[in-house]
Structure formats: C-alpha cells, structure tokens
Nanobody, 125 residues
Framework: QGQLVESGGGLVQAGGSLRLSCAAS????????MGWFRQAPGKEREFVAAFSWSGGSTYYADSVKGRFTISRDNAKNTVYLQMNSLKPEDTAVYYCAARERGNYYYTRATEYDYWGQGTQVTVSS
C-alpha cells in the first residue's frame, strides 16, 4: 500500500517559522492531489492547504493564507508546507494526505485516500 511520512514539526516561538515535509511512497506516488490538515486536542481535523496536479493549483484556508505555502519536489517525491509568522493558535498535529483521483484541490478530510501519522507543531507565546 501507499505510505505518507511527515517530518519537520517541533517547538517554535510566535512569529517564527517551520517547514514540514511529507514523503510519499507506493501507491501515493500516483496521487492526483495532496493536502495538509491539522488537529488540536478535542477539535476536529481542520483543512490547511491543498495542491492539485491539474494545473498545479493551490488553495489555502483563510486562517493561514499569506503565511503558509504548499509546494512540491517531484524528484524527491515530497510535498512541503512552509509555515511563517506562526501563532499559538497554529499549535496542532499536522497531517499530510493524498487523493488518488480528481482534477481540483480538496478541502474535506473524507475526500482523501491516504494519511500520514502526523507531526506535532507547538507555537509558544
């Protein structure tokens, strides 16, 4: 089966930056779309950013627009999430996800086929 592995999380002060990575393997290599989600304790999984191979389009949640950037490195089979100007409310476990089919970005967790295990991001005041 396919596999997604996140890395790059950690502790950072408010206003700082982190770069998350999501390495794909197996069936996820042929995915049509990729996404980043986050989940805080007691909260539902929240959409953060998405990328579609169709036209190379990207889409961001309003809460992170202008601060976060999703990108990819095809040679390394890796998707990135660059997070700048971090705020305490960004604290959560961040997950990457892959969808096998589709021509657009996808913002709902139920629309994705594969998930990574998550990486913790903690932003202090």
């Amino acid at each position: 089966q396919g596999q997604l592995v996140e890395s790059g999380g950690g502790l950072v002060q408010a206003g700082g930056s982190l770069r998350l990575s999501c390495a794909a393997s197996g069936r996820t290599l042929g995915s049509r779309a990729m996404g980043w989600f986050r989940q805080a304790p007691g909260k539902e999984r929240e959409f953060v950013a998405a990328f579609s191979w169709s036209g190379g389009s990207t889409y961001y949640a309003d809460s992170v627009k202008g601060r976060f950037t999703i990108s990819r490195d095809n040679a390394k089979n890796t998707v990135y999430l660059q997070m700048n100007s971090l705020k305490p409310e960004d604290t959560a476990v961040y997950y990457c996800a892959a969808r096998e089919r589709g021509n657009y970005y996808y913002t709902r967790a139920t629309e994705y086929d594969y998930w990574g295990q998550g990486t913790q991001v903690t932003v202090s005041s």
